[in-house]
């Protein structure tokens, strides 16, 4: 079984779902509004949108004659919090490496002792 977090980055992988997406989090859209600026069928947005659906990130409701998609912000947190702990972990990493470099390049410098007695 795939997990959730698994699901949502494979979804995110098209660039038409990251689009449909981002417009989600300005509003809620029908299927005909979020396939307006795509030169694809209503069909095409209907199965990216269940690629969406499946990983979490919308869901579909009822209002009267319409139905529309909304994104699950929530599902944004999972992934986000999947970065960080990671972004934060490869900093800790870089910042060790900076430390070591940094001391290798002091232990490089002459000392002032060492100038003085070689300056004749």
Known sequence: MVDQLSRVFAALADPTRRDMVARLTEADHTVGDLAAPYDVSLQAVSKHLKVLEDAGLVTR???????????????????????????????ERFAA??????????????????????AS
């Open 61 to 91: 409701t009822r209002q009267a004659q319409r139905r529309p998609v909304h994104l699950e912000a929530e599902v944004l947190d999972l992934m986000t919090k999947w970065i960080e702990r990671h972004r934060r972990r490869a900093e």
């Open 97 to 118: 490496l900076d430390g070591v470099l940094a001391q290798m390049q002091d232990d490089e410098q002459p000392h002032p002792t060492q100038q003085e007695g070689t």
